[in-house]
């Protein structure tokens, strides 16, 4: 799934993003902690994983999503 970053708080690494039809998404700082990444910026394309209604993983849409633990 893909979405734009609307929200980023480098402090918290907690922030939220916008789904393609309007839904806005929150993730935690172990969402962005397991997308490898450093820093995000608003209107940035990004791809999420979802576990269950919570965001799991947000990463750059060139990046490939990790794979689910086995």
């Given at each position: 799934?893909?979405?734009?970053?609307?929200?980023?708080?480098?402090?918290?690494?907690?922030?939220?993003?916008?789904?393609?039809?309007?839904?806005?998404?929150?993730?935690?700082?172990?969402?962005?902690?397991?997308?490898?990444?450093?820093?995000?910026?608003?209107?940035?394309?990004?791809?999420?994983a979802l576990d269950g209604?919570?965001?799991?993983?947000?990463?750059?849409?060139?990046?490939?999503?990790?794979?689910?633990?086995?």
């Amino acid at each position: 799934m893909q979405g734009t970053v609307k929200a980023f708080d480098a402090g918290t690494r907690s922030g939220s993003v916008l789904l393609d039809d309007g839904t806005e998404l929150p993730f935690d700082a172990e969402a962005f902690a397991a997308g490898g990444l450093r820093l995000l910026r608003f209107g940035q394309r990004v791809n999420l994983a979802l576990d269950g209604d919570r965001v799991s993983v947000v990463t750059l849409s060139t990046f490939p999503l990790p794979s689910p633990p086995a």
